[in-house]
């Protein structure tokens, strides 16, 4: 049986004040601007991952069987780098569920963990220009610095330590089993209209309705609208963003950074009690992915 977040058929039918005031305090809006696009060496996967574009479902699994990647991994297996550019259409047709679930997860695996690599480094990279006095650092590092924190939308003068610090708050990896758990739920397993049309895979909203997909069960007077991607991997990277810059979840930052701290693992399990304004059902909802994690 497929798992669906309801959250967005709720909202759908919500009043117009209400559907309104809730996506100003959310302000999920992630087009990028012309200031906000980062510089290639901040995401090198688009140099790393290979681009598979299959034409069905059946294509992608015999791809996958064809380089001996199955789900799950074994032990000590190496994930193949591959970007799956669009989930197949056809994905829906799959009478065997169990195959279909193992084949959009094999599908976005290798993105998610080429993804948090990146931000691995970017985080390493910050650390390292901590250690280093504001003053000796070089022109580069600091526009590198100012460019990080364009991204992860954090301001302020790097001369003092709660910039740094909160950085860091921000420049940290989501465990893979919340990326996967909350695509599954959100796009009904890569089936959802906007997975197929618009490969939004993690419901992401947008106020640009010109540049998005317009909900069917949209309440008159609203301009809201899912945001639409050129591929998986940009949709995968935004929800990264999302997750470490709204203000939404810094619970979840805040138990991650707490974790780090106590040199803990970040438990998938526990960080998902950061996710409860992900959607209106809150702790219902974090309840349910966090049994489809376990």
């Known amino acids: 049986m497929m798992l669906k977040s309801q959250s967005h058929n709720i909202i759908a039918a919500m009043s117009p004040f209400f559907m309104a005031s809730l996506l100003a305090w959310l302000a999920i809006d992630w087009r990028l601007t012309e200031q906000e696009k ?38 000590g297996a190496t994930v ?12 829906s047709t799959m009478n065997d569920v169990k195959r279909k679930k193992a084949l959009f997860f094999r599908a976005l695996l290798p993105i998610v963990l080429a993804e948090n690599k990146n931000i691995r480094q970017q985080r390493k990279k910050v650390i390292n220009l901590m250690q280093k006095k504001s003053d000796l650092l070089s022109v580069v590092e600091r526009d590198w610095l100012n460019e990080l924190g364009l991204w992860y939308r954090v301001s302020g003068d790097f001369n003092e330590s709660k910039v740094w610090h909160e950085l860091l708050k921000r420049v940290d990896e989501i465990p893979a089993a919340i990326v996967l758990a909350q695509a ?3 796009s009904a397993w890569g ?18 309705e010109k540049n998005g997909m317009i909900p069917v069960r949209r309440d008159e007077g609203l301009r809201h609208a899912l945001r639409v991607y050129p591929d998986v991997q940009a949709s995968i990277r935004s929800y990264l963003r999302n997750l470490n810059t709204h203000r939404a979840y810094r619970h979840l930052r805040k138990l991650r950074h707490t974790a780090r701290k106590r040199g803990e693992l970040v438990s998938a399990v526990k960080l998902v009690a950061g996710l409860r304004s992900y959607s209106i059902r809150g702790e219902a909802y974090v309840m349910e992915i966090r049994s489809m994690i376990r």
Do not use: C
């Open 38 to 75: 980062i510089p290639l060496d901040f995401w090198l996967t688009e140099q790393t991952l290979l681009p598979v574009n299959p034409m069905s479902a059946g294509e992608l699994e015999r791809y996958f069987d064809e380089h001996n990647y199955a789900w799950l991994p074994p032990l």
């Open 80 to 91: 193949p780098p591959y970007a799956v550019v669009k989930l197949p259409q056809d994905l």
């Open 184 to 186: 599954a739920n959100e």
């Open 191 to 208: 089936t959802s209209r906007f997975a197929r049309l618009g490969n939004n895979l993690f419901g992401m909203w947008t106020s640009d």
